[in-house]
């Protein structure tokens, strides 16, 4: 079996996905063959040099022609799709010889940017890496249509091994978050949910913060600013969560992560997570079994001061959640998924996919098609919840990030001028 990835780059989530999992090819003595061809040279490669540790081959921007032969020897191709403007231009103009499809998808796809349902309909097989995706609104009529032509693969894994630093009897719990510090992510009203906590706690952040940004501005305004630590970014995150006891992990409702690494890390470790009601948050947290789930931030508040109060219960949820990560979030049973749906993918022979008439064939088609095919005039409001596409920052699948990989299309331009 050779199996040849398209990617945009192998950073975060993605990056450490794969290479968790070529490690466990590796240990298991797996003959498959796997390259990875990244559209991008990756600005961390961390990720990408462990691949290559493994055996496995990346390719960095490789030329059409040579693009082109890749796809034809490999047996699968696999796309790691997020709304990537860089992997929009790649299917839509590469002109890609006949191939057998694999997807796996790196956004839930609930909310823009969406899984392009014309895409998906190319693929063989499609990958979610959260059962959430199946509440998708635009692909549910596929999933219903061909059910088996869908499935699960995990990439979020937990730590092997690595205990948590117990805390001190009668002291305090040790509340805190270790990820991403922008309200891309982060819900608007996360610090209201500490600052409303009746109890005096300490949160304690780790991860990357602009000191002029909206996140910073937010927590100096809080009405007890002092219970929130900025500790910065962080080279070793098993140490950080290990010395905490919550996991704060209360997000923006409609954001675009799916596997969450960082809620099953601290999950692995023993860690309490406070998680909203959102899809992917509720697909991993069990509530009252494997951490606590509000429905708001006003209830979220209410459940710090619970923990706060029961310690205990809080050590046990703990517990709980890594017996049930060490289960179900591991490289070897996402492999377990792979290896069955790379079999149902070989039992189709390779044939053309018309990417550009799924997808679009310019960049503004290609932006569109992440908001759900909508032609948008103005900062989504004819797209619920695609308002974070049109923000100046360039997240995944933004207009600001289409922009920056092509400052020069027109259509683009007038998106960002409203015109």
Not at 38 to 55: C, K, M, S, Y
Not at 166 to 175: I, K
Not at 229 to 253: C, I, K, Q, S, Y
Request: aromatic content about 6%.
């Amino acid at each position: 079996m050779h199996v040849t990835h398209l990617a945009p780059h192998l950073g975060g989530g993605v990056g450490k996905a794969h290479a968790a999992l070529a490690e466990a090819r590796r240990e298991q003595g797996n003959a498959e063959q796997h390259r990875f061809v990244l559209l991008e040279t990756p600005q961390d490669g961390r990720f990408a040099d462990q691949i290559l540790a493994t055996g496995a081959e990346v390719i960095v921007q490789p030329a059409p022609d040579a693009l082109r032969r890749l796809v034809a020897a490999a047996d699968i191709l696999q796309v790691e799709w997020w709304s990537h403007p860089r992997l929009y231009e790649c299917l839509a103009r590469a002109e890609l010889p006949p191939h057998r499809l694999l997807l796996w998808t790196h956004v839930s796809g609930l909310a823009p940017p969406v899984i392009p349902a014309d895409l998906v309909a190319l693929a063989r097989v499609t990958a979610f890496t959260s059962a959430c995706s199946f509440e998708a609104a635009n692909l549910k009529p596929l999933i219903a249509a061909r059910p088996q032509a869908f499935a699960v693969a995990n990439s979020g894994f937990g730590f092997d091994a690595i205990p948590k630093r117990p805390s001190v009897a009668g002291q305090p719990l040790r509340f805190g978050l270790v990820g991403t510090l922008d309200f891309a992510k982060l819900h608007p009203r996360f610090f209201d949910a500490i600052d409303g906590a009746a109890c005096d706690i300490g949160v304690r952040l780790f991860g990357h913060c602009d000191p002029g940004g909206a996140v910073a501005a937010r927590a100096a305004a809080m009405r007890q600013p002092s219970r929130v630590m900025f500790e910065g970014h962080t080279d070793d995150p098993a140490a950080a969560l290990a010395g905490l006891d919550v996991f704060v992990h209360l997000l923006a409702p409609g954001h675009y992560g799916t596997g969450e690494n960082a809620l099953i890390e601290a999950m692995s470790l023993g860690l309490c997570p406070l998680v909203l009601d959102n899809p992917a948050e509720r697909a991993i947290v069990t509530h009252q079994e494997t951490g606590i789930v509000a429905a708001s931030i006003a209830e979220a508040a209410g459940w710090l001061d619970w923990m706060a109060g029961h310690p205990g219960a809080v050590a046990s949820l703990g517990a709980e959640a890594a017996r049930r990560v060490a289960r179900t979030h591991r490289p070897a049973a996402s492999l377990s998924v792979f290896r069955d749906i790379q079999t149902r993918a070989m039992a189709a022979p390779k044939r053309a996919r018309d990417y550009a008439g799924a997808l679009g064939d310019t960049p503004a088609a290609w932006f569109a098609a992440s908001l759900g095919g909508v032609s948008a005039t103005g900062p989504g409001e004819a797209v619920p919840g695609a308002g974070s596409l049109f923000a100046a920052t360039p997240a995944k699948g933004s207009l600001a990030h289409f922009r920056r990989c092509f400052p020069d299309d027109a259509a683009l331009l007038a998106l960002a001028r409203g015109d």
